[in-house]
């Protein structure tokens, strides 16, 4: 575990310095490397040597390196299971947790991140915010979606709202699942641009629009049938929790539900429920709380027939709780 965090260093810094994108052109050396990338020649040659390590490149047998399968499938640009902004949002986490002492005394970020935040120029902070929310779809297309559709059944209803939607990916998903399915996807204005053109690059775009506002102090509107609350709730502490249920409440029709899905303590794998834990240190407000507790929340708010759906396959979310207006 204490040496976990060079592992993370270097697939960050190979991932960042495009030795994936190069290597998939063609193998190389190391020298090669070094000057495609930048780098010194005897860096190149330690980092591919960790690389291989790792599983991420192989050497062949004249000293030429190349992907390897998983390297080729997540790690370069422009493939359809690429994760590399799910990565970069992992390496923008780094400072937090490298002064997590810092946070768990006081309970406001430490100096390191802070200062990096106050120098981190304009273009790189936006680039960093747009990779955050594009990192939230490739964890959706990772599997989340797909897990989240076979959870829950959203036949007959005809109108859904995404409440702090990102990238809309749920939306765009359940969209194409139920043809008699309209979506609106609400988030913060920044927000919505990006999922406007994940929409628009889409087959559904007749039928998914976005809405930009705040959900905490924003009217929802009404006549949904059904509200989804993806990853929004662990960000929150219970007096928000609350008001965000009690206003999904309000938007639904008679019969309507919401749902919501998160990471949970008692998720189904011990590894899910790990992560739960660690993912839990992250925040400055919220948690990661139990599908226990956020059914009691979801009853509190004036849900009834609740149901608490574990989802065994996925890789970031592990459970949906639902539950409907009477
Ligand atoms: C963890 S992401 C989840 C995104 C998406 N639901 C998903 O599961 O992929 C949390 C979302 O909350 C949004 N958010 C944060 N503060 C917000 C606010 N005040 N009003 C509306 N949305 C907000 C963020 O922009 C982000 O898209």
């Known amino acids: 575990m204490g040496t976990a965090f060079w592992s993370s260093g270097v697939l960050f810094a190979a991932h960042r310095l495009s030795v994936f994108d190069v ?87 430490g100096p390191r991140e802070m200062a990096f935040d106050l120098v981190r120029p304009n273009d790189e902070r936006q680039a960093a915010e747009r990779a955050w929310v594009l990192a939230m779809h490739e964890i959706a297309l990772g599997g989340q979606a797909e897990a989240l559709c076979r959870a829950v059944d959203l036949s007959g209803y005809t ?79 219970e007096r928000h929790i609350l008001r965000v249920l009690k206003k999904s409440y309000a938007a639904l029709n008679p019969g309507g539900c919401v ?20 993912f839990s240190l992250n925040m400055m407000s919220g948690a990661t709380y139990s599908a226990e507790q956020l059914a009691l929340w979801l009853n509190q708010s004036g849900f009834l027939r609740i149901t608490v759906t574990p989802l065994e396959q996925a890789c970031w979310f592990d459970h949906v709780i639902s539950g409907h207006k009477p």
């Not at 790792?54 to 062949?60: A, H, N, P, Q, T």
């Not at 699942?177 to 994940?198: H, K, N």
Request: hydrophobic fraction near 45%; glycine fraction near 10%.
């Open 259 to 278: 749902i919501v899905q998160e990471m949970t303590p008692d998720a189904p794998s011990p590894a899910a429920a790990q992560f739960a834990a660690l």
């Open 159 to 237: 109108r859904l709202l995404d409440v702090s939607g990102g990238a809309g990916s749920y939306a765009l998903r359940f969209a194409e699942q139920y043809p008699g399915l309209t979506a609106e996807v609400f988030d913060l204005p920044e927000v919505v641009a990006i999922a406007d053109e994940l929409i628009q690059q889409s087959a559904v775009r007749d039928r998914v629009r976005v809405r930009s506002g705040d959900f905490v102090n924003a009217d929802y509107g009404y006549g949904y049938d059904v509200v989804l609350l993806s990853g929004v709730l662990h960000g929150l502490g």
């Open 23 to 109: 290597l998939e052109a063609r193998p190389q050396s190391g020298s090669d490397l070094a000057r495609a990338c930048g780098l010194t020649p005897a860096g190149a040659e330690k980092l591919l040597a960790a690389c291989a390590s790792l599983g991420l490149v192989i050497e062949d047998e004249s000293g030429q390196y190349r992907n390897s399968p998983l390297a080729t499938t997540f790690l370069v640009r422009g493939k359809p299971a690429y994760q590399g902004h799910l990565l970069a949002y992992f390496a923008d986490l780094w400072a937090r947790f490298g002064e997590l002492e810092h946070l768990l005394r006081t309970g406001e970020i």
